[in-house]
């Protein structure tokens, strides 16, 4: 089985707050006063000036499944060509979940890290990640517009990484018994639901978000209108759908190979789940269907950003221009299932209809997902400071599985 | 001059003080005791009361007890928290009813050179790794699994996800744990007791309530310091089969790995801390530790 254990799960942390950004000025004394994604000022970090020789390694924390060197499968390897070419020695670490590559990334011994959109701001606002010197990358000019300098990836317009791919949180269900065909996350939630206990649902605090984005549409007067910027009232809201979904619920998964398992096997029948899960299912002739349902869904966009204590820069650089370069990019996006970051990947990956499939394209479809950031207590609109942070998210959580 | 010819001064010096060699033997263990073992506690109390900054993870080292206000006043932990206590000692109970038996069989009726056999068979389990067990679990239990199919003529189905899995699973894994303290116990109670009960005309049941029972009974409680305290500490079969099962564990592993919450994590980690303490106490006025 291809081990690709992406708990997508957003770090957080809890409890009281430092003021993080020194410049910001909003000195609030005892709450947790984080700075706004648009709002702190990063600690100035230098960024790379020039690409020189490359040191002869590089360690990465990446994603399951996104460093491959041929030792999973003989045919899936990236590594090997980038290490013959460049001569850098590539030391991957994987970790399961967004806190853990922010903690590994702490440590200063990585050069490089594949951050999802909840870790990368907190990296940046930490100091644990360097500028990226995009002219340096010279394949991030076939990266898609829309991927480059967002708010997950930059601060006033200045970039801090290179995007990997992106994808979207599916609904998934068995054929053989969800009839007729769901295509909304309403089946998930619905209080008298003939599914009662083969119910799944993705085991981490940012899964509320998917609640809320179902209220968004579902209960329009609660005015939601960013799931991840949720104020008391549409907070509150959220938790209670998921407190009743609680009922219904088999089992919570944060491990990729145990929501395929269980799939396949009937212990759960419908609920939230990525293509991968669907893709390995699918390969072990399970009757499973996936949609993006028509509230559309929550979803993630990743990031490659290079330490601020990196002892081997050069080969970092050289790692991220070749994880987006056509080739390899559309390696990783086929193997990992999701669309990749690179326009030209589409015409190297091996299914000519990838791209279309994972709507590497489709800007459209793109715009129904709300990618993962992790909540603040800003709401980024003029509702100001009275916002659920990502503490009180994980306090619901537990709550909420009881 | 040879090797041992070297050493023969070092060998005298040592000899002539014995305390020297006394510390030198016990400095390694002791220091590693009071460095990896006391220290970490040490270490994980004072954390608990440490917070994090909420955006950028990094720790704040200012003292503050709202970790444990938090636990306190949270109604979710404490349900957690007697979730966890109840289903140790559950665990605990049948681990007692299946495991006493095996080990009295072992202990007083099979004949002597079964003996060893049968201790290997006890302790097969523990040759396999813990993970495979309770996968192989997760499948069995699971929906359309070999419990769903014994139990189908029956018009039953197996437990599913759940609590009810998990303590089927706990059971299983820490029975060997329960069995070899209560055989070593029941191997030491001379047989000579047994029979002059007999003689004195006492029935089987008199003998057990009476002598047996007594006798093996910290042994019965050293055994379940095991079954206990390793279902109070576990995760892993709770995460495998648990369904939506949340136990002490699961919490802290989330606060560790999710919530990036250490010190939370360690407050919470304080509990079974302070539940095993208390265990230990009670055992200790049993009888049990003075005949592990």
């Given at each position: 089985?291809?081990?690709?254990?992406?708990?997508?799960?957003?770090?957080?942390?809890?409890?009281?707050?430092?003021?993080?950004?020194?410049?910001?000025?909003?000195?609030?004394?005892?709450?947790?006063?984080?700075?706004?994604?648009?709002?702190?000022?990063?600690?100035?970090?230098?960024?790379?000036?020039?690409?020189?020789?490359?040191?002869?390694?590089?360690?990465?924390?990446?994603?399951?499944?996104?460093?491959?060197?041929?030792?999973?499968?003989?045919?899936?390897?990236?590594?090997?060509?980038?290490?013959?070419?460049?001569?850098?020695?590539?030391?991957?670490?994987?970790?399961?979940?967004?806190?853990?590559?922010?903690?590994?990334?702490?440590?200063?011994?990585?050069?490089?890290?594949?951050?999802?959109?909840?870790?990368?701001?907190?990296?940046?606002?930490?100091?644990?990640?360097?500028?990226?010197?995009?002219?340096?990358?010279?394949?991030?000019?076939?990266?898609?517009?829309?991927?480059?300098?967002?708010?997950?990836?930059?601060?006033?317009?200045?970039?801090?990484?290179?995007?990997?791919?992106?994808?979207?949180?599916?609904?998934?269900?068995?054929?053989?018994?969800?009839?007729?065909?769901?295509?909304?996350?309403?089946?998930?939630?619905?209080?008298?639901?003939?599914?009662?206990?083969?119910?799944?649902?993705?085991?981490?605090?940012?899964?509320?978000?998917?609640?809320?984005?179902?209220?968004?549409?579902?209960?329009?007067?609660?005015?939601?209108?960013?799931?991840?910027?949720?104020?008391?009232?549409?907070?509150?809201?959220?938790?209670?759908?998921?407190?009743?979904?609680?009922?219904?619920?088999?089992?919570?998964?944060?491990?990729?190979?145990?929501?395929?398992?269980?799939?396949?096997?009937?212990?759960?029948?419908?609920?939230?789940?990525?293509?991968?899960?669907?893709?390995?299912?699918?390969?072990?002739?399970?009757?499973?269907?996936?949609?993006?349902?028509?509230?559309?869904?929550?979803?993630?966009?990743?990031?490659?950003?290079?330490?601020?204590?990196?002892?081997?820069?050069?080969?970092?650089?050289?790692?991220?221009?070749?994880?987006?370069?056509?080739?390899?990019?559309?390696?990783?996006?086929?193997?990992?299932?999701?669309?990749?970051?690179?326009?030209?990947?589409?015409?190297?990956?091996?299914?000519?209809?990838?791209?279309?499939?994972?709507?590497?394209?489709?800007?459209?479809?793109?715009?129904?997902?709300?990618?993962?950031?992790?909540?603040?207590?800003?709401?980024?609109?003029?509702?100001?400071?009275?916002?659920?942070?990502?503490?009180?998210?994980?306090?619901?959580?537990?709550?909420?599985?009881? | 001059?040879?090797?041992?010819?070297a050493l023969r001064p070092l060998t005298r010096a040592l000899w002539r003080r014995p305390r020297l060699k006394?510390?030198?033997?016990?400095?390694?263990?002791?220091?590693?005791?009071?460095?990896?073992?006391?220290?970490?506690?040490?270490?994980?109390?004072?954390?608990?009361?440490?917070?994090?900054?909420?955006?950028?993870?990094?720790?704040?080292?200012?003292?503050?007890?709202?970790?444990?206000?938090?636990?306190?006043?949270?109604?979710?932990?404490?349900?957690?928290?007697?979730?966890?206590?109840?289903?140790?000692?559950?665990?605990?109970?049948?681990?007692?009813?299946?495991?006493?038996?095996?080990?009295?069989?072992?202990?007083?009726?099979?004949?002597?050179?079964?003996?060893?056999?049968?201790?290997?068979?006890?302790?097969?389990?523990?040759?396999?790794?813990?993970?495979?067990?309770?996968?192989?679990?997760?499948?069995?239990?699971?929906?359309?699994?070999?419990?769903?199919?014994?139990?189908?003529?029956?018009g039953l189905h197996g437990p599913g996800f759940g609590l009810t899995a998990v303590w089927l699973v706990l059971?299983?894994?820490?029975?060997?744990?329960?069995?070899?303290?209560?055989?070593?116990?029941?191997d030491r109670l001379p047989d000579s007791l047994l029979e002059a009960s007999s003689d004195l005309g006492a029935?089987?049941?008199?003998?057990?309530?009476?002598?047996?029972?007594?006798?093996?009974?910290?042994?019965?409680?050293?055994?379940?310091?095991?079954?206990?305290?390793?279902?109070?500490?576990?995760?892993?079969?709770?995460?495998?089969?648990?369904?939506?099962?949340?136990?002490?564990?699961?919490?802290?592993?989330?606060?560790?790995?999710?919530?990036?919450?250490?010190?939370?994590?360690?407050?919470?980690?304080?509990?079974?801390?302070?539940?095993?303490?208390?265990?230990?106490?009670?055992?200790?006025?049993?009888?049990?530790?003075?005949?592990?």
């Open positions: 089985m291809r081990p690709r254990t992406r708990a997508r799960l957003l770090p957080l942390a809890v409890a009281l707050a430092l003021v993080v950004a020194a410049g910001c000025g909003s000195d609030e004394p005892s709450s947790s006063g984080t700075a706004a994604p648009q709002g702190f000022t990063p600690p100035e970090v230098p960024m790379l000036q020039s690409l020189g020789a490359g040191e002869g390694k590089v360690n990465l924390v990446a994603w399951a499944g996104y460093v491959e060197d041929g030792s999973t499968d003989k045919s899936v390897d990236w590594v090997t060509p980038f290490e013959k070419e460049t001569g850098c020695q590539v030391n991957s670490k994987v970790a399961a979940t967004s806190d853990e590559m922010v903690q590994l990334m702490k440590s200063g011994q990585y050069d490089a890290v594949s951050a999802s959109g909840d870790a990368s701001l907190r990296l940046i606002a930490g100091g644990d990640v360097a500028p990226v010197n995009t002219d340096l990358v010279k394949n991030y000019a076939d990266v898609f517009d829309a991927l480059k300098l967002k708010p997950w990836n930059s601060v006033n317009g200045k970039a801090y990484g290179i995007p990997h791919g992106r994808g979207a949180n599916l609904l998934m269900w068995r054929t053989d018994v969800v009839k007729p065909a769901p295509d909304s996350w309403g089946v998930v939630f619905d209080p008298s639901s003939p599914y009662k206990g083969k119910v799944t649902a993705y085991d981490s605090p940012i899964y509320i978000a998917d609640a809320a984005l179902y209220l968004k549409s579902a209960k329009p007067e609660l005015g939601i209108t960013n799931p991840y910027e949720l104020d008391d009232k549409q907070f509150q809201a959220s938790v209670d759908l998921l407190k009743q979904q609680a009922s219904l619920v088999g089992e919570y998964w944060g491990d990729y190979s145990k929501a395929a398992q269980a799939i396949k096997s009937g212990s759960t029948v419908l609920g939230t789940s990525w293509q991968y899960i669907v893709n390995l299912a699918e390969a072990d002739k399970a009757p499973v269907g996936s949609t993006l349902p028509k509230e559309g869904s929550t979803g993630w966009s990743d990031t490659w950003m290079v330490s601020s204590k990196a002892a081997n820069p050069n080969c970092a650089y050289m790692w991220m221009n070749h994880i987006i370069s056509p080739k390899a990019n559309a390696q990783v996006a086929e193997w990992f299932g999701e669309a990749p970051a690179n326009r030209k990947s589409c015409q190297e990956t091996s299914d000519k209809q990838f791209c279309a499939t994972y709507h590497a394209e489709d800007e459209s479809y793109f715009d129904k997902v709300a990618y993962w950031t992790t909540p603040i207590k800003q709401c980024g609109d003029d509702r100001g400071s009275v916002c659920k942070d990502y503490s009180e998210w994980t306090t619901a959580w537990t709550e909420i599985k009881g | 001059m040879s090797a041992q010819g006394l510390a030198l033997l016990l400095s390694a263990p002791v220091g590693w005791l009071v460095v990896a073992y006391l220290g970490s506690l040490a270490v994980l109390l004072a954390s608990a009361f440490w917070s994090t900054d909420s955006f950028t993870g990094t720790i704040v080292r200012q003292p503050t007890t709202d970790n444990f206000t938090a636990l306190l006043r949270g109604e979710v932990y404490r349900a957690i928290t007697l979730r966890t206590v109840g289903l140790a000692a559950a665990v605990t109970v049948v681990d007692v009813v299946l495991g006493f038996p095996v080990a009295f069989f072992m202990a007083k009726v099979a004949r002597r050179r079964w003996r060893p056999l049968l201790l290997a068979a006890v302790l097969t389990p523990l040759w396999a790794s813990y993970l495979v067990k309770a996968f192989a679990w997760r499948v069995m239990v699971g929906s359309g699994g070999v419990l769903d199919w014994a139990l189908e003529p029956l059971s299983y894994l820490w029975l060997p744990y329960m069995v070899l303290p209560i055989f070593a116990g029941l029935h089987a049941l008199r003998t057990f309530r009476s002598v047996v029972l007594p006798l093996a009974l910290p042994a019965v409680v050293a055994g379940s310091i095991f079954t206990f305290s390793l279902t109070l500490g576990d995760f892993v079969a709770v995460n495998i089969v648990g369904g939506k099962t949340q136990m002490i564990g699961n919490v802290i592993y989330a606060n560790v790995g999710a919530a990036n919450n250490l010190p939370f994590a360690a407050a919470l980690a304080c509990v079974p801390v302070v539940i095993m303490v208390v265990y230990l106490l009670a055992a200790r006025r049993a009888g049990a530790l003075e005949r592990l």
